[in-house]
């Protein structure tokens, strides 16, 4: 049964900075190209940062330049550093795989982790 757990998110001050992680419980991590994904109140969820299996990453742009995204395949873990925080970075952020996003109407998302930016 595919799992996951993100954790690390909080209340900051704009300017401050967060570390997210995202534990997969479920076979073949490095297999998957990973993302971070956002949903800010009242609005679609977005994709914000993604990292490939040979590690090559991307960003959305307004992100970029601020938020770094990692994963350690040892520990089936992906990760979102992220600073220079601004209010409008706030929102429930959520780890998962583009490709089974794009491959379900219904694609299994956990809880995710809160982050809160305050100005």
């Known amino acids: 049964q595919v799992r996951l757990v993100e954790s690390g998110g909080g209340l900051v001050q704009s300017g401050g900075s967060l570390r997210l992680s995202c534990v997969f419980a479920?076979?073949?991590?490095?297999?998957?190209?990973w993302a971070w994904y956002r949903q800010a109140r009242g609005k679609e969820r977005e994709l914000v940062a993604s990292?490939?299996?040979?590690?090559?990453?991307s960003y959305d742009d307004s992100v970029k330049g601020r938020f770094t995204i990692s994963r350690d395949n040892g520990k089936s873990t992906v990760y979102l550093q992220m600073n220079s925080l601004k209010p409008e970075d706030t929102a429930i952020y959520y780890c998962?795989?583009?490709?089974?996003?794009?491959?379900?109407?219904?694609?299994?998302w956990s809880q995710g982790t809160q982050v809160t930016v305050s100005s």
């Open positions: 998962n795989r583009p490709r089974v996003v794009a491959s379900t109407s219904q694609p299994y």
């Open positions: 990292i490939l299996t040979d590690h090559t990453t």
């Open positions: 479920g076979p073949a991590f490095s297999i998957y190209t």
